[in-house]
């Protein structure tokens, strides 16, 4: 079973940046979609960004489009998520999650809601 850990997160200021980092015990040598979500307490899961296996495809909800940047180290097991003009809406719990076979986008978030996911993640505040 694949560990994933997930690092970076913080407290910072609006408009500020944090960069989140996310380490696997295998990454299957880059034939695994990886992705980012986040959940705020008491809500569902929601889904951030996908990047594919070689990480030459990435993927963004529109509510951090353009701010937010993902990008994999398939020769470390390392996955990246840049995150920049962070504003207080970003304030979550995120998690990297290996992409559900056969969803993308939105519908990882739905499938791993219905799947009861659980995992570390790593908390974001977004706070003056």
């Known amino acids: 079973q694949v560990q994933l850990v997930e690092s970076g997160g913080g407290l910072v200021q609006p408009g500020g940046s944090l960069r989140l980092s996310c380490t696997a015990s295998?990454?299957?040598?880059?034939?695994?979609?990886m992705s980012w979500v986040r959940q705020v307490p008491g809500k569902e899961l929601e889904w951030v960004a996908d990047?594919?296996?070689?990480?030459?495809?990435?993927y963004y909800a529109d509510s951090v489009k353009g701010r937010f940047t993902l990008s994999r180290d398939n020769a470390k097991n390392a996955l990246y998520l840049q995150m920049n003009s962070l504003k207080p809406e970003d304030t979550a719990v995120y998690y990297c999650?290996?992409?559900?076979?056969?969803?993308?986008?939105?519908?990882?978030?739905?499938?791993?809601?219905?799947?009861?996911?659980r995992g570390q993640g790593t908390q974001v505040t977004v706070s003056s």
């Open positions: 999650v290996r992409t559900p076979p056969d969803v993308s986008g939105p519908l990882v978030a739905t499938v791993l809601q219905s799947e009861g996911y």
């Open positions: 295998e990454f299957a040598s880059g034939r695994s979609r």
């Open positions: 990047i594919n296996e070689r990480g030459c495809g990435t």
